[in-house]
């Protein structure tokens, strides 16, 4: 199985301040990467796929970035909006699989 | 806009069965695949099961292999997951979702089963 390594586990932040989660795969996976923001009980919603592209909807202020077999999401201004957790999912071959999260909160 | 509604969570004893439903609306049900992934309580997520469009097709995780199936009725816009033999890991919140290739872009809001004696 992909093992999808998620950092930091947790952090914290100020508004305007610039935030970057990480991924590492255990092995190469292309572009077939996800990421998807979760807030307190709802369901995650899809910000980026491709590893790259941003999805329907969601404030440019999200991008997500690769290099090798390292991905990373990127929040450039962070918003009041923007606290939860954070999600990388692999999808290159099964079982899909999800990184630990990331929790983010506001400072 | 998609909708997809999750039902049939609920409590149950281990080794006992249950099975969840997910009514889908706002897109051709019949073009996609389907999924459902799971949550245990302030846990992550874990995939759970995937099948193509006409059916014929499913994958599972080896965590739930043999135990739930995945199936579909394209005529009613419906997913279903049997699921048998519960366990108490199996504790979670359902979500089903629609697949894009390689990623869920949408999600139902989730129906919790909670596996216990």
């Known amino acids: 199985d992909i093992q999808m390594t998620q950092s930091p586990a947790s952090l914290s932040a100020s508004l305007e301040e610039i935030v970057t989660i990480t991924c590492q795969a255990s092995?190469?996976?292309?572009?077939?990467l996800a990421w998807y923001q979760q807030k307190p009980g709802k369901s995650p919603q899809l910000l980026i796929y491709g590893a790259t592209s941003l999805a329907d909807g969601v404030p440019s202020r999200f991008s997500g970035s690769r290099s090798g077999t390292q991905y990373s999401l990127k929040i450039s201004r962070l918003q009041v909006e923007d606290p939860g957790i954070y999600y990388c999912?692999?999808?290159?071959?099964?079982?899909?699989?999800f990184g630990g999260g990331t929790k983010l909160e506001l400072k | 806009e998609v909708q997809l509604v999750e039902s049939g969570g609920g409590l149950v004893q281990p080794g006992r069965s249950l099975k969840l439903s997910c009514a889908a609306s706002g897109f051709t049900f019949s073009n996609y695949y389907m999924a459902w992934v799971r949550q245990a309580p302030k846990k992550g997520l874990e995939w759970v099961a995937t099948i193509s469009t006409s059916g014929s097709r499913t994958y599972y995780p080896d965590s739930v292999k043999g135990r739930f199936t995945i199936s579909r009725d394209n005529a009613k816009s419906s997913l279903y997951l049997q699921m048998n033999s519960l366990k108490s890991e199996d504790t979670a919140t359902y979500y089903c979702?629609?697949?894009?290739?390689?990623?869920?872009?949408?999600w139902g809001q989730g129906v919790m089963v909670t596996v216990s004696s």
């Open positions: 999912l692999q999808g290159y071959s099964a079982p899909w699989t």
């Open positions: 092995q190469d996976i292309g572009n077939w």
């Open positions: 979702a629609r697949v894009m290739a390689y990623y869920f872009d949408y």
